[in-house]
């Protein structure tokens, strides 16, 4: 069975400053999926950005990039400038292959502040 | 963008009673829908997987026969917490997956959530 750590249970930032949150995982499977998802108070989910692994650039979404480290299972968020819209709870997952029997594992998150 | 509804956003019912959640894909077919259950200050764990016209598929520990799935069109699944308890109370969220042919990926969208008390 996949594994997704999230090892930051708070983080805070001020704002326009950059802020990495890390996520690693356990797989011994080659095909898949990595997504980092917001969840602000609303409780809404919201996709934040998303890596193929086969794919060796790393994702970059505007002010959000992650950096892919397959070899080393890791996966981290970096968010540039932040804003105070930032401030949520953010979920690293991880998504075996394709298909309609694949799905989502959630790590248990990490809240982020952004403070003024 | 794909939009997923669950109605209702939040409902407080009494110990014995069933109450259904519905979630729908307002503008797309759903091959795929899931349940999560969310815990204050948790992450979210999955329940079921339902496909249109198929059993839900239950994670191990899930009751099936508590948390009844019905997945009768792509663009509605339901679910039924039957005879709720104090231990039930939770925030129950619905994804929906597009299944498109030929994609090598098919993109998850959730719905707002919906938060159950039960007195």
């Known amino acids: 069975a996949q594994t997704v750590t999230q090892s930051q249970p708070e983080m805070s930032v001020q704002e326009a400053e950059t802020v990495t949150l890390s996520c690693t995982y356990d797989?011994?499977?080659?095909?898949?999926?990595l997504f980092w998802y917001k969840q602000p108070p609303s409780r809404q989910m919201i996709l934040v950005i998303r890596q193929e692994a086969y794919k060796q650039q790393n994702a970059t979404e505007n002010r959000f990039s992650v950096n892919f480290q397959k070899a080393a299972k890791s996966f981290s968020l970096k968010i540039s400038d932040s804003q105070l819209g930032d401030t949520a709870m953010y979920f690293c997952?991880?998504?075996?292959?394709?298909?309609?029997?694949?799905?989502?594992?959630f790590g248990t998150g990490t809240r982020l502040q952004v403070t003024l | 963008g794909a939009v997923v509804s669950q109605h209702p956003s939040w409902v407080i019912c009494k110990s014995g009673t069933s109450v259904k959640i519905e979630c729908r894909s307002l503008?797309?077919?759903?091959?795929?829908m899931f349940w999560y259950r969310q815990f204050p200050k948790q992450s979210l764990m999955l329940m079921a997987t339902s496909n249109e016209g198929s059993k839900a598929t239950y994670e191990q520990g899930v009751e099936k026969d508590k948390f009844l799935i019905n997945h009768a069109s792509l663009t509605l699944s339901t679910l039924t917490v039957t005879s709720a308890h104090p231990e039930d109370s939770s925030f129950y969220i619905c994804?929906?997956?597009?299944?498109?042919?030929?994609?090598?990926?098919?993109?998850?969208?959730f719905g707002p959530g919906t938060r159950l008390t039960v007195l």
């Open positions: 994804s929906a997956r597009v299944g498109l042919a030929g994609r090598i990926y098919n993109e998850q969208f």
């Open positions: 503008d797309f077919q759903a091959t795929t």
């Open positions: 797989t011994s499977e080659n095909n898949y999926y």
């Open positions: 997952a991880f998504m075996k292959g394709v298909g309609t029997a694949s799905k989502l594992t």
